[in-house]
C-alpha cells in the first residue's frame, strides 16, 4: 500500500495498491494504476494482470498506442483508446468493450477530441489493424456517421479508408469527401477521394506521390 512500484522487464507498474505473487505471475493493483510496457503508456483505475503471459483486465482504461512508419515510431499523434474494459492477450492484440478511438495528444484533454470512433467492441494489434464493431462517428463529440463494421489502420502507411470530410453551404449543399489511402510500395502512394457535392453531383480527386531517391520525387494531382 501507498506509491507501490513493481518493475519487469520492460514493464512498470505504478498503483496506490498492489497485490503480486512471485510463483505465478499474477498481480491485482488499484488506485491510480500506471503501466507502462515497452512503447505503450496505460493508466486506469484497476488491474488484474499476469506478467509472465501478459495477459489480463483493465478497468476504466486510458491507453496511448505509438503510430507507427516502417518499423519506426513517430513521435507525433499518438493513437489513443478509452474503454470501459480493455483485455490483453496472449497474441499481442486488445479487446476492448464501450470504446472510443482517436488521435490524439495533450490538446484533447483540454476538450472534446476533433473526432473520435465510439464502438461497442473492437480489437487492436499493435503493428496492424483496429477491428470495430457497432461504430459511430463523433466530430466535436457531435455523431455524424454510424457503421455497423470497422477496420482503421494503426500504421502510418497502410491501405484503407481515411477519415472523411463534412461541410455544407448554399452553393454545394452538403459536402461529403471519402479518402481512400493506397500504400503501392515504399516509394509510391496515392489518395483517392470521392467528392460528394449534391448541388453538384459527384466528383473524384486523385493525389500520386513517389520518392525514389533524397532528390527524384514528384507528385501527379488530378
Known amino acids: 500500500d501507498g506509491h507501490a512500484v513493481l518493475k519487469y522487464g520492460r514493464l512498470q507498474l505504478n498503483a496506490d495498491h498492489l497485490s503480486y505473487v512471485r510463483s505465478t505471475g499474477q498481480m491485482e493493483a488499484s488506485g491510480h494504476v500506471v503501466l507502462v510496457q515497452g512503447l505503450e503508456r496505460m493508466t486506469m483505475d484497476r488491474l488484474e494482470y499476469n506478467v509472465f503471459d501478459q495477459t489480463g483486465v483493465m478497468y476504466q482504461a486510458d491507453v496511448s498506442i505509438p503510430m507507427m512508419n516502417d518499423d519506426r515510431v513517430l513521435e507525433s499523434s499518438p493513437y489513443r483508446l478509452i474503454a470501459k474494459r480493455i483485455e490483453p492477450r496472449v497474441d499481442g492484440s486488445m479487446h476492448a468493450e464501450g470504446a472510443a478511438f482517436t488521435t490524439c495528444d495533450t490538446v484533447c484533454e483540454r476538450g472534446a477530441p476533433p473526432w473520435e470512433f465510439q464502438a461497442h467492441r473492437l480489437r487492436a494489434v499493435l503493428d496492424?489493424?483496429?477491428?470495430?464493431?457497432?461504430?459511430?462517428?463523433?466530430?466535436?463529440?457531435?455523431?455524424?456517421?454510424?457503421?455497423?463494421?470497422?477496420?482503421?489502420?494503426?500504421?502510418?502507411?497502410?491501405?484503407?479508408?481515411?477519415?472523411?470530410?463534412?461541410?455544407?453551404?448554399?452553393?454545394?449543399?452538403?459536402?461529403?469527401?471519402?479518402?481512400?489511402?493506397?500504400?503501392?510500395?515504399?516509394?509510391?502512394?496515392?489518395?483517392?477521394?470521392?467528392?460528394?457535392?449534391?448541388?453538384?453531383?459527384?466528383?473524384?480527386?486523385?493525389?500520386?506521390?513517389?520518392?525514389?531517391t533524397q532528390t527524384a520525387k514528384g507528385q501527379l494531382d488530378l
Not at 457497432?134 to 491501405?159: F, H
Not at 466528383?203 to 500520386?208: A, I, S, T
Open 128 to 212: 496492424g489493424y483496429l477491428i470495430a464493431r457497432g461504430v459511430t462517428l463523433r466530430v466535436k463529440d457531435v455523431p455524424v456517421l454510424y457503421l455497423p463494421w470497422l477496420a482503421y489502420p494503426l500504421q502510418s502507411r497502410q491501405t484503407g479508408l481515411l477519415i472523411p470530410g463534412f461541410g455544407y453551404n448554399t452553393t454545394e449543399g452538403l459536402h461529403y469527401l471519402q479518402p481512400f489511402y493506397w500504400a503501392i510500395g515504399r516509394s509510391q502512394d496515392a489518395t483517392i477521394s470521392l467528392d460528394l457535392r449534391t448541388n453538384l453531383g459527384i466528383g473524384v480527386d486523385n493525389e500520386y506521390r513517389y520518392r525514389l
